[in-house]
């Protein structure tokens, strides 16, 4: 292991160490610079072309352009979606639905609540053939829904 003296610092005088000049400069380099320097500015010639070019022209209209374009995407792609909730639910099968409800904690009160009465046409529901359900129905329906038969 090194002795911690090893690390002592050293006191240096800057008068002490040799001075060499590093840098050479050529001769009148810095009474020449001023003209070199302006030889290799050149200053841009004023153009003719009217102050509305047409790379400022698009600059400008691109983007403008861009919007113009995505609104009239998006615009026509809402409304040629119209939502159809009873379409899209007459796409899931039964069986789905009722399991989504048995998992869900959604309760018949809850859904009861959702049905607005005065928007529902109870006239036509009165007069479509109400099938009734015989004894063997109902069998078949307890048999394939056993597992909510607790909750009835």
Known sequence: MKDDKDHIKKNINLESL???????????????????IQTRVVQPEPSSSPILSWSNALRFALPVLTLIMMLVYFGTRINNDDLNVEAML????????????????ITTEDLLSLIDI????LDGML???????NEDDWDEIMEEYSDLENEI
């Open 90 to 105: 007459d796409d899931v099968p039964t069986e789905e639905l009722v399991a989504f409800l048995t998992e869900s904690d």
């Open 118 to 121: 005065n928007e529902l046409d």
């Open 18 to 36: 040799p001075k060499k000049q590093v840098y050479v400069v050529p001769e009148n380099y810095f009474n020449e610079l001023p003209t070199i």
């Open 127 to 133: 007069q479509e053939d109400i099938r009734l359900i």
